[in-house]
């Protein structure tokens, strides 16, 4: 969890209702007279058996005329849920990916949405992936037919993305990364829906069902198109995001339970 406001980061594990707020890193309070611009993500290392969140921080003097992300120098820091403490690292991760959206992390890479600010196409969306052992990033190339991505799911232990051809009102596909190096991929297209007057909140993780809001809260079975209104109205659809998890029972305090509980 991330306080744009005070920049605070705090791990919160709903299963087990454990919250902690972690450390301040280096640059963790406002600075007086600049604008911040932070996306905060967590992912677990495969290698190291260790949870880590990485945060992407860039400055801007308020008094600066209004300038492009990519004139920003971005700073890159990574908390160790085993240390307990935040390392400044030498990246040079862009910081035009930082658009208030989730990301996914999958395998121990973390992948994150981002814009491509390029004299061809200024606002090109395109996916920016982390990956947590080696700290490098790298690109996306998102070969698929529609530019207006959505966003970014997780289907099984794969990565899927969403988009719309008619804005956010009108069709739907729901897309699967099958094949992700530096110098291919293949996506497939796996499901096709219209929807009218209602977004997609969130994926399940077998991708059979996905979480609607119109003026209700409404699950929505992609395979066989049927509809469950939970009956949870009166909410403005666009002040709502929702995020579908898999229960864990890894403890948020830096003791070493991250290791000992994927073991068991």
């Known amino acids: 969890m991330y306080n744009k406001t005070t920049r605070d980061i705090a791990l919160w ?22 604008y911040h611009t932070d996306f905060v993500g967590i992912g677990f290392d495969v290698e190291t ?12 003097p308020k008094t600066k005329q209004a300038a492009l992300p990519l004139d920003r120098l971005p700073e890159v820091q990574i908390y160790c849920l085993s240390t307990n403490s935040w390392r400044l690292i030498d990246s040079d ?15 121990g890479i973390y992948f994150r949405q981002g814009v491509d600010y390029t ?3 200024p606002i090109k969306r395109v996916i920016l992936s982390f990956d947590l052992c080696k700290e490098k990033y790298q690109r996306v190339l998102l070969q698929i037919p529609e530019n207006n991505l959505v966003q970014l799911e997780s289907i ?29 991929e293949l996506w497939t297209e796996i499901y096709k829906f219209e929807l009218r007057f209602s977004r997609i909140l969130s ?24 509809f469950k209104n939970f009956g ?33």
Not at 13 to 34: C, D, E, M
């Open 156 to 184: 099984g232990d794969k990565l899927a993305c969403i988009t719309a051809t008619m804005g956010c009102f009108g069709q739907y596909k729901v897309w699967m990364l099958n094949d992700f190096n530096t110098t291919k």
């Open 49 to 60: 058996k260790d949870y880590k969140v990485i945060k992407v921080s860039s400055l801007e």
């Open 93 to 107: 991760f862009p910081a035009h990916c930082c658009i208030p959206l989730i990301g996914r992390s999958l395998n």
């Open 203 to 226: 994926i399940s993780w077998n991708g059979k069902f996905g979480l609607l809001m119109g003026n209700t809260l409404v699950l929505h079975n992609l395979v066989t198109g049927e």
């Open 119 to 121: 004299p061809a196409d």
């Open 232 to 264: 949870f109205g009166g909410i403005n659809m666009y002040a709502l995001t929702a995020n579908i998890y898999k229960e864990s029972l890894v403890s948020v305090h830096a003791n070493g339970s991250a290791t000992k509980a994927i073991s068991s």
């Open 13 to 34: 594990n709903p299963a087990t209702r454990q919250f902690r707020p972690l450390p301040k890193s280096s640059n963790g309070n406002p600075k007086v007279g600049y």
